[in-house]
């Protein structure tokens, strides 16, 4: 009987500063954002202005916690770190949001508290609308470039903050939609207030798909079904492999970890095996580009 054990732990990228650059990018547009927004949705009498520049941090929460997980991640395992520090980026996404969470609450029990309480407020300046059509703008063209970035690095953290953009220029026009409602027809006076609910709801919403995926990833969940089969099939493709099973992964970050055995003809040599195992660890890493450590046990047939 003849086995061996191929194991590939490559580093994680050392150089990502194209997906670091254009979170750099968008922090300091989330905080041009946050202060626009803030300033113009208080003095235009704008509770929908206001709920979406709280909206907009939670966007730069992210991006601060995409930015540490990819300046972590860029680090080399080291003595004491065998697997490198990739989970870091999980505790930090998972402590923002619950931060984004409680954020989303206080501005939905703020407009909840005002419409009970039949608050009346004047409609929204006009000037308000400005901002609203200029962050539906910026934030579409951040989440293109964004998303542009993301998929050439191969990084699912910077593809998940492109779309938290594009979340963020939706709430925007909701914002732009309660403030023309409010101002055209001055009896729908609640519709800037209700608007600033249902942002509230986006914040919360975003707040809680950060908290879980980072809970997810911190328990070991393993990758989706599709990504599974891919794995299996992959594998049973490679010339050589006459079956693999005990086929198992989970999610390290934003990379996958993997371990599985292939069953090979017991009469062929050791370096022929070898060959074979590496030979899988190539095809799975072609195909699916996030796996980070790859080990291969080959058994007889």
């Not at 501005?107 to 407020?121: E, G, L, Q, W």
């Not at 059509?133 to 910077?158: D, F, H, N, P, W």
């Amino acid at each position: 009987m003849q086995t061996e054990d191929i194991k590939i732990l490559p580093t994680p990228p050392t150089s990502l500063r194209d997906g670091i650059r254009i979170t750099v990018i968008s922090l300091c547009l989330q905080v041009f954002f946050i202060l626009s927004k803030a300033i113009i949705g208080y003095l235009g009498n704008s509770a929908a202005l206001l709920a979406d520049s709280f909206h907009s941090v939670s966007d730069m929460f992210s991006d601060i916690a995409l930015i540490v997980g990819l300046h972590m991640a860029s680090r080399p395992k080291d003595s004491t770190h065998h697997y490198g520090h990739g989970k870091i980026e999980n505790y930090v996404t998972h402590i923002i949001g619950l931060m984004i969470i409680f954020l989303g609450g206080a501005i939905f029990y703020h407009a909840v508290t005002r419409i009970i309480c039949a608050v009346k407020p004047a409609a929204p300046h006009v000037i308000t609308i400005i901002p609203a059509i200029i962050c539906i703008i910026a934030q579409e063209m951040l989440y293109r470039a964004t998303i542009k970035t993301g998929k050439k690095i191969k990084s699912r953290g910077v593809i998940a903050n492109a779309w938290h953009h594009r979340s963020d220029a939706m709430t925007s026009v909701i914002t732009l939609i309660g403030i023309i409602l409010t101002r055209a027809f001055p009896k729908l006076y609640f519709m800037d207030i209700l608007m600033a609910g249902i942002i509230a709801c986006f914040v919360m919403s975003v707040g809680f798909q950060l908290f879980w995926q980072a809970i997810k990833d911190i328990i070991d969940t393993a990758p989706s079904k599709k990504i599974y089969n891919k794995i299996v099939t992959t594998t049973q493709n490679v010339k050589g492999v006459v079956n693999v099973h005990n086929v198992r992964a989970r999610y390290y970050s934003s990379y996958i970890f993997l371990d599985a055995h292939v069953k090979v003809d017991p009469a062929i040599s050791v370096k022929a095996g070898h060959d074979i195992a590496h030979a899988v660890v190539d095809a799975l890493k072609a195909k699916i580009p996030s796996l980070i450590d790859v080990v291969i046990h080959i058994e007889p047939s």
